[in-house]
Nanobody
Framework: QVHMVESGGGLVQAGGSLRLSCAAS????????MGWFRQAPGKEREIVAA????????YYADSVKGRFTISRDNAKNTVSLQMNSLKPEDTAVYYC?????????????????WGQGTQVTVSS
């Protein structure tokens, strides 16, 4: 079982930056690949970024490529999402998720554990 708590969301102006963090419980954190997802009002939840167990393989959605960076620290059981050059369309609730897999996946149904989400609002 993995329990995760996101933090770092908030209100920021367009062009600004935020860093989201996800703290996970459990001694097997390094056995999980991790992902960040987001859900905007009226839209389906979508994947933003994912990272494998070791942190040396990542995935980014086209909409965030070059602006967001996912990273993890297995010693601290944390995964982070650095978000730069934020746009109003990045406004959403952001969720971290864990999959019992060493490699990342973009398939939401394969993620086994989810955090409660943190709100990110980007004003124009």
């Amino acid at each position: 079982q993995v329990h995760m708590v996101e933090s770092g969301g908030g209100l920021v102006q367009a062009g600004g930056s935020l860093r989201l963090s996800c703290a996970a419980s459990g001694r097997t954190f390094s056995s999980y690949a991790m992902g960040w997802f987001r859900q905007a009002p009226g839209k389906e939840r979508e994947i933003v970024a994912a990272i494998n167990w070791r942190g040396d393989s990542t995935y980014y959605a086209d909409s965030v490529k070059g602006r967001f960076t996912i990273s993890r620290d297995n010693a601290k059981n944390t995964v982070s999402l650095q978000m730069n050059s934020l746009k109003p369309e990045d406004t959403a609730v952001y969720y971290c998720a864990a999959t019992i897999s060493l490699g990342w996946t973009t398939v939401q149904a394969r993620y086994d554990y989810w955090g409660q989400g943190t709100q990110v609002t980007v004003s124009s």
